[in-house]
């Protein structure tokens, strides 16, 4: 199993850029598809980003694409997403979490591990 342990958020202004790391334990961390997923106050938990085991292959809400970039590093055991050009509604806890499948998944029930948990905070 992995636990993630997610880092880097902050207040930004519109327009600014921020990058979220996700630190996972465990030596299998390479067997996981790795996602971000977001929620804001009174909102459900959405997805928002995801990357296969190897990192070759990524999928991302509509909402974020061209604006945000989601990688990893194996060797590492961490999971990146870039964030440019925030916007006040990118404004959320973010949390990272961890799927032992193959296959890129989007839905919340889909992911085993799941982190604490980041704040970003978008001012306009």
């Known amino acids: 199993q992995v636990q993630p342990v997610e880092s880097g958020g902050g207040l930004v202004q519109a327009g600014g850029s921020l990058t979220l790391s996700c630190a996972a334990s465990?030596?299998?961390?390479?067997?996981?598809?790795m996602g971000w997923f977001r929620q804001a106050p009174g909102k459900e938990r959405e997805f928002v980003a995801a990357?296969?085991?190897?990192?070759?292959?990524?999928r991302y809400v509509d909402s974020v694409k061209g604006r945000f970039t989601i990688s990893r590093d194996n060797a590492k055991n961490t999971v990146y997403l870039q964030m440019n050009s925030l916007k006040p509604e990118d404004t959320a806890v973010y949390y990272c979490?961890?799927?032992?499948?193959?296959?890129?998944?989007?839905?919340?029930?889909?992911?085993?591990?799941w982190g604490q948990g980041t704040q970003v905070t978008v001012s306009s």
């Open positions: 465990g030596r299998t961390f390479s067997n996981y598809a």
């Open positions: 990357i296969n085991r190897s990192g070759d292959g990524t």
């Open positions: 979490a961890a799927d032992f499948a193959i296959a890129i998944m989007t839905g919340v029930r889909n992911y085993d591990y």
